[in-house]
């Protein structure tokens, strides 16, 4: 594992717990765990073996993106893992040099790994927990979006559902094109677009939230939140299913399906006030509506409410 450190990190690994400068007041804190046969597999039916690479990376894209979701900016992360005794050391190795390249390659610059612990158990637990800084500003709240503000995309939504569907595929991994490989590999080591939450922040954005269980379940969290609706527009959604059809056409599915019910691409959902310029790398792809009379919040498609469900925790 890289042994650099951010600047936040006054003390890091090597005594019984971190030191985390938090020059701005406040620290920003986000947790999340990843489960052997819960939320990875080992082997896939497709033959592909999950690595310690992809699980480290996975467990800092994940946190990295709540954090980005608030407009904040990552600064320390640490790290638990349960461990069964035959698990291979060179795994562990592959899992922490995943972490540490997580952190550098999706532009985290600012943030290291500061300690962890290790413990032993039946199956692999891997929990991180990250920081970060507000540097002074707002944080962008799922409850701020209003009617007439303009919903729009920062990152991808389907292509990690899809990515996960060729993996659930008895389809050889050897036989994919690298097209469909593409989408596997984000279900592996998401991209989320860590530059656009301090971004968006800046250009004025009213609401925030990191789509990891679905457009359309993450998005009723931020209309319920906000005590609205959010109207997705259809022309785009269909743009985004276009970007799936390496998958979609093998595997037979309609692409809608992963762009409104797949998670895991941890792109950034954002709604800013009609009439500004979106920010550099956000698509708009609705918009934010007032309840009617009768009306309860959540997410409709041209006006019409939509039943397309996402990842449950507790139900999937």
């Not at 990875?40 to 709540?66: I, P």
Request: charged share 20%.
């Amino acid at each position: 594992m890289d042994a650099r450190h951010s600047a936040a990190t006054v003390l890091g690994p090597g005594d019984d717990a971190a030191i985390i400068s938090a020059s701005d007041g406040r620290t920003v804190i986000s947790i999340d765990t990843q489960v052997q046969d819960q939320d990875f597999r080992l082997r896939w039916a497709n033959g592909y073996h999950t690595t310690g690479f992809d699980v480290g990376w996975k467990a800092a894209a994940q946190n990295l993106s709540d954090i980005n979701a608030m407009g904040a900016t990552a600064t320390s992360l640490v790290v638990s893992l349960t461990l069964p005794p035959g698990t291979l050391v060179s795994w562990v190795e592959d899992l922490a040099d995943g972490l540490a390249a997580g952190i550098r390659e999706l532009g985290a610059e600012e943030c290291s790994v500061a300690g962890g612990d290790l413990g032993r158990g039946r199956e692999i637990s891997v929990t991180a927990a990250v920081l970060g800084t507000l540097n002074g500003g707002r944080a962008v709240l799922r409850s701020g979006a209003r009617p007439g503000d303009v919903l729009a995309l920062a990152g991808t939504v389907g292509h990690a559902a899809a990515g996960l569907a060729l993996l659930e595929s008895e389809l050889d991994v050897h036989s994919l094109t690298p097209e469909q490989r593409a989408l596997l590999d984000i279900q592996c080591r998401p991209q989320p677009p860590l530059w656009a939450g301090p971004l968006a922040r800046t250009a004025g954005a009213t609401a925030m939230l990191d789509i990891s269980d679905g457009l359309v379940r993450d998005g009723a969290r931020l209309a319920g939140a906000s005590g609205a609706v959010l109207d997705l527009e259809p022309r785009e959604l269909g743009r985004l299913g276009e970007r799936l059809g390496p998958a979609s056409e093998l595997l037979g599915v309609d692409p809608l399906t992963w762009v409104l019910g797949g998670g895991e691409d941890h792109g950034l959902l954002a709604t800013f006030p009609s009439g500004i310029q979106l920010p550099s790398g956000f698509t708009a792809i609705g918009s934010v509506q007032a309840l009617g009379t009768t009306e309860s919040p959540g997410v409709k498609i041209a006006g019409r409410v939509t039943g397309a469900g996402g990842w449950d925790h507790f139900a999937d």
